[in-house]
């Protein structure tokens, strides 16, 4: 007995398909769903570990940037030094969208054309809210201050006034400062313009760290960790350091305190947009979560860094983190652009006249 086959005609093929939800026909005339469309992707570079961990939960989930902008969000966590050179070497065609990167290593990117010139201020709304002391050109503007101060141990120096204090042979011995290739390079333009300098000419401070490494054997620290061993061990007693790790000293139970005096070191951090980034509405969106007052104190709580946005309401607990703003006036107002573009030559006159090498 032969089976009759039902002939489908237009109309029904037309009804039954949209009973499916306009499903796609395989063969044996399995309906399956029609695929969705992909999500756009966005990719972050950061420095990595908890660094790393407070972009994604702070910036990209707890902003509620990806929920706004319904994007998968890839990152690229490596040292400063490694994202900067992947940066410049993939500048025609970004691996990445934005980079959080410091004062420093922003303008490098930027002096390399690696860097969007101009933020869409249309998009980027925080963008007056942010001190001009943490803002750079139209490119960058920061989500944490870091302040680098003269740090002081009472029970050996008295309050200082400003850097000259450095020079009292009553501290001969315990002076520190940053070497060249940790924050050096920077701060010797904080000290280059109390003596008068100028980011093209760093004589006056090549000078007068010559003369501190003489008269008063002062001891250059290597990084961050190692001035905070010299500061424990009472190695040190004054030097231009961190104000977020000598709360941390004075946590610990040591007599530290730190003084804002002219032409004191503000370093920053904020996420730059890639120049030929294929999504830049999406990461000047980015940008933007990264400035907004709310955000920049959840920040804070994480690291105790100050937060760059004048808006922000310090909770209780916290005032000492944020940074006073008549403090801001005595900061160093430094050219960045010319202190990178020095960098090098800088360093030899430092290698020859300060270390004596």
């Given at each position: 007995?032969?089976?009759?086959?039902?002939?489908?005609?237009?109309?029904?093929?037309?009804?039954?398909?949209?009973?499916?939800?306009?499903?796609?026909?395989?063969?044996?005339?399995?309906?399956l769903p029609r695929m969705a469309a992909a999500k756009t992707r966005f990719t972050v570079a950061s420095t990595g570990g908890s660094w790393g961990e407070a972009v994604k939960k702070?910036?990209?989930?707890?902003?509620?940037?990806?929920?706004?902008?319904?994007?998968?969000?890839?990152?690229?966590?490596?040292?400063?030094?490694?994202?900067?050179?992947?940066?410049?070497?993939?500048?025609?065609?970004?691996?990445?969208?934005?980079?959080?990167?410091?004062?420093?290593?922003?303008?490098?990117?930027?002096?390399?054309?690696?860097?969007?010139?101009?933020?869409?201020?249309?998009?980027?709304?925080?963008?007056?809210?942010?001190?001009?002391?943490?803002?750079?050109?139209?490119?960058?503007?920061?989500?944490?201050?870091?302040?680098?101060?003269?740090?002081?141990?009472?029970?050996?120096?008295?309050?200082?006034?400003?850097?000259?204090?450095?020079?009292?042979?009553?501290?001969?011995?315990?002076?520190?400062?940053?070497?060249?290739?940790?924050?050096?390079?920077?701060?010797?333009?904080?000290?280059?313009?109390?003596?008068?300098?100028?980011?093209?000419?760093?004589?006056?401070?090549?000078?007068?760290?010559?003369?501190?490494?003489?008269?008063?054997?002062?001891?250059?620290?290597?990084?961050?960790?190692?001035?905070?061993?010299?500061?424990?061990?009472?190695?040190?007693?004054?030097?231009?350091?961190?104000?977020?790790?000598?709360?941390?000293?004075?946590?610990?139970?040591?007599?530290?305190?730190?003084?804002?005096?002219?032409?004191?070191?503000?370093?920053t951090i904020a996420f730059v947009v890639l120049k030929n980034t294929k999504v830049p509405k999406i990461a000047m969106e980015?940008?933007?979560?990264?400035?907004?007052?709310?955000?920049?104190?959840?920040?804070?709580?994480?690291?105790?860094?100050?937060?760059?946005?004048?808006?922000?309401?310090?909770?209780?607990?916290?005032?000492?983190?944020?940074?006073?703003?008549?403090?801001?006036?005595?900061?160093?107002?430094?050219?960045?652009?010319?202190?990178?573009?020095?960098?090098?030559?800088?360093?030899?006159?430092?290698?020859?006249?300060?270390?004596?090498?």
């Amino acid at each position: 007995m032969k089976t009759r086959m039902r002939t489908i005609d237009r109309r029904d093929f037309l009804k039954y398909a949209g009973s499916i939800g306009g499903g796609i026909f395989i063969g044996g005339g399995i309906p399956l769903p029609r695929m969705a469309a992909a999500k756009t992707r966005f990719t972050v570079a950061s420095t990595g570990g908890s660094w790393g961990e407070a972009v994604k939960k702070i910036f990209v989930e707890g902003s509620g940037f990806k929920k706004k902008l319904d994007v998968d969000v890839d990152y690229e966590f490596n040292i400063d030094a490694v994202v900067v050179a992947k940066a410049l070497a993939n500048k025609e065609n970004p691996i990445f969208d934005v980079s959080s990167a410091s004062t420093g290593m922003a303008t490098k990117m930027y002096v390399g054309g690696a860097v969007m010139p101009e933020l869409d201020l249309d998009i980027v709304t925080n963008w007056p809210d942010i001190y001009p002391q943490a803002r750079m050109g139209k490119h960058y503007a920061a989500y944490c201050l870091l302040s680098m101060l003269l740090v002081y141990n009472e029970k050996y120096v008295n309050r200082p006034e400003s850097y000259k204090d450095l020079w009292n042979p009553k501290y001969k011995g315990h002076v520190g400062f940053s070497n060249y290739k940790h924050v050096g390079s920077y701060w010797l333009h904080a000290i280059n313009r109390f003596f008068g300098g100028s980011e093209d000419d760093v004589t006056p401070g090549i000078e007068a760290l010559a003369e501190l490494m003489k008269d008063q054997k002062a001891v250059p620290y290597d990084n961050t960790d190692h001035a905070m061993k010299l500061f424990q061990r009472e190695e040190l007693w004054i030097a231009p350091f961190w104000d977020g790790r000598a709360r941390q000293l004075k946590t610990q139970g040591l007599p530290i305190e730190y003084v804002w005096t002219k032409d004191w070191l503000p370093f920053t951090i904020a996420f730059v947009v890639l120049k030929n980034t294929k999504v830049p509405k999406i990461a000047m969106e980015f940008v933007n979560a990264t400035l907004d007052p709310d955000v920049q104190v959840e920040w804070m709580k994480q690291f105790k860094y100050a937060p760059a946005n004048r808006k922000c309401k310090i909770p209780k607990g916290y005032e000492n983190v944020a940074v006073p703003e008549e403090t801001l006036e005595k900061a160093a107002d430094l050219d960045w652009i010319t202190m990178v573009n020095n960098v090098e030559k800088n360093m030899e006159l430092w290698n020859k006249y300060v270390l004596g090498t």
